[in-house]
Nanobody, 126 residues
Framework: QVQLVESGGGLVQAGGSLRLSCEAS????????MAWFRQAPGKEREFVAA????????SYAGSVKGRFTISRDNAKNMGYLQMNSLKPEDTAVYYC???????????????????WGQGTQVTVSS
């Protein structure tokens, strides 16, 4: 079992930056792929970024590529999402998730992620 807890959300002006953190419990986290998803009011939860178990392979949604960076520190059981050049359309609840089967190949579909955090709110004002 893996439990995930996000932090680092908040209110920021357009063009600003935030760094989200995802703290994981459980010794197996380091072998799982992990990802960030987000959900805006009235919209489906959507993929943002994913990273393989070692941190050597990453994948991004087109809307955030070049602005967001996903990373992880397995020694600390932590995952991160650095968000730069934020836009009002980035406003959403951000969730981290872990995929037990996708260790070496980060996947984009929600269906693959068995473990989810409770989410952290990110609000970008114009």
């Amino acid at each position: 079992q893996v439990q995930l807890v996000e932090s680092g959300g908040g209110l920021v002006q357009a063009g600003g930056s935030l760094r989200l953190s995802c703290e994981a419990s459980g010794r197996t986290f380091s072998t799982y792929a992990m990802a960030w998803f987000r959900q805006a009011p009235g919209k489906e939860r959507e993929f943002v970024a994913a990273i393989n178990w070692s941190g050597g392979t990453t994948s991004y949604a087109g809307s955030v590529k070049g602005r967001f960076t996903i990373s992880r520190d397995n020694a600390k059981n932590m995952g991160y999402l650095q968000m730069n050049s934020l836009k009002p359309e980035d406003t959403a609840v951000y969730y981290c998730a872990a995929d037990p089967q996708g260790g070496n190949a980060p996947r984009r579909g929600r269906i693959w992620y068995d473990y989810w955090g409770q989410g952290t709110q990110v609000t970008v004002s114009s």
